[in-house]
């Protein structure tokens, strides 16, 4: 994610959080010091979280992935409501 208008970095942290990107940009150098910090703690939060939950793949193997079907119900909007169809 870019902010060309950085401030403190309140963006720049959830985008850390949620484990993306990051580049700010910002003209005064106490929003920065006070950005830099805030994305620090998050990338370090984010780190954290990520040893505690290591990802898993959905599927055993590539060959499974690509062999893999749509479900027989397959939600469809119809004027603003969801609908099953079978």
Not at 25 to 32: D, F, G, K, R, T
Request: a neutral charge.
């Amino acid at each position: 994610m870019l902010d060309p208008f950085c401030g403190t970095a309140t963006s720049g942290e959830v985008a850390l959080k949620l484990g993306r990107h990051f580049i700010g940009i910002e003209l005064y150098e106490n929003n920065v010091q006070i950005g830099e910090n805030r994305c620090r703690q998050a990338y370090l939060l984010r780190r954290e979280y990520e040893a505690r939950n290591p990802m898993k793949a959905s599927t055993a193997s590539f060959d499974e992935a690509l062999n893999d079907t749509m479900p027989d119900e397959v939600i469809r909007m119809r004027s603003g409501r969801y609908t099953w169809a079978k």
